[in-house]
C-alpha cells in the first residue's frame, strides 16, 4: 500500500503537485489502513490527504540540498535495473500480432 511514497527532494524537476498529492494519499492510506474509505469517513480522508500535501510542500520548499539535484529520469532507470536484478521486475514484452 505504501510503495509509492517515493523520495521527492533534491530532484530535478522538482516534485510536481501531482506527486506531493499522490504521497500524501498513500501516507493516509497506509494510516487510515483502507484504501477506500467509508461515507462517513470521507471528508476526514480528504482534509487529511490535503493537510498533508499542503505540509509536504511547505517542507519541501524549505529543505535546502548540499548535493546536486538528481536527475529523476537516471535515479528511475537505477531503480529498474536494480528491481530486474532482484527479479521482482520483468520487462513488458510487445505483444505478438
Known sequence: MCRNIHTLHNFAPAATTEEIQAAALQYVRKI?????????????????????AHATAHLLDDLVAVAPPKDRAEEAAKARARAERSGRYEPRVAAAS
Not at 33 to 47: E, H, L, M, V, W
Request: a positive charge.
Open 32 to 52: 487510515a489502513g483502507t484504501t477506500k474509505p467509508s461515507r462517513a469517513n470521507q471528508a476526514a480522508f480528504d482534509r487529511a490527504v490535503a493537510d498533508i
